[in-house]
């Protein structure tokens, strides 16, 4: 059972991969790129790119701004302002920072870096990619990979999101990272990898209608 979130993301994505094969062959010339590329789960296994390779992103980071008021949305979905990372509710929107699940630099190094303004702004910006995070926890994080670091709490949900994210943007993975992720998803179920937030202790209306933090958008990654 613990492995049925592994073969059934096996299933899903070798059928997408054919899908967009077929869509996309172009050739033996196209046929010959896919051999060479080592993929898992949908997603390719490679270093990142380095800035030989692409545009640093300190010289780009202003295109993947995104809304200091992402806090609040993603308040209205949670019921609250609540981290998922270390299960902690948090009274105010000042209490807690917007963190992308796979982190902007992260998300440069390992394709976006090649991509338009246009989509790293959209990446950046993406409900699916942002959640709410205990500022001490966000710093921790920083712009690590899931290689490199995990939640303690809400793992199974955090890998899936990761993979998710990178699969939407066609972004890579290193070994290291596939690694990790692997060995997660082989003791997860299927609900371990849904959210599940707790009821919230500090539900009341005052705590529901909390003005966004003007700084909010500066703590992240």
């Known amino acids: 059972m613990k492995q049925t979130v592994l ?29 060479t590329k080592v ?22 980071r202003d295109e993947y701004a995104y809304s200091s008021k992402a806090d609040l949305v993603i308040q209205h979905e949670f019921g609250g302002f609540y981290s998922p990372y270390d299960n902690v509710w948090w009274d105010e929107a000042t209490d807690v920072s917007v963190e992308h699940m ?4 992260e998300g440069h190094e390992s394709g976006l870096c090649a991509a338009s303004p246009e ?26 990979d899931a290689g490199d670091w995990l939640p303690d709490h809400n793992e199974c949900w955090f ?4 993979i998710r994210v990178k699969k939407k943007y066609k972004l890579s993975i290193d070994t290291d990272e596939r690694d990790e992720m692997q060995k997660v998803l ?7 990898i849904f959210l599940k937030v ?8 005052s705590s529901n209608n909390q003005s966004p933090s003007s700084d909010t958008a500066a703590s992240d990654d």
């Open 198 to 205: 707790p009821d919230n202790p500090n539900d009341t209306a």
């Open 39 to 60: 993929m898992w789960n949908g997603l390719e296994v490679r270093d990142e790119y380095t800035d030989a390779e692409c545009p640093s992103y300190s010289d780009i």
């Open 186 to 192: 082989r003791r997860c179920t299927m609900d371990d």
């Open 7 to 35: 073969a059934i993301l096996a299933v899903v994505f070798a059928v997408s991969a054919s899908t967009e094969s077929d869509q996309n062959s172009g050739g033996s010339e196209a046929l010959a790129d896919t051999k």
């Open 119 to 144: 989509l790293r702004y959209q990446f950046a910006n993406d409900l699916l990619n942002l959640t709410l995070c205990t500022p001490s926890v966000n710093s921790s994080k920083s712009d690590k």
């Open 102 to 105: 796979v982190a902007r630099k």
């Open 159 to 162: 890998v899936y999101r990761v």
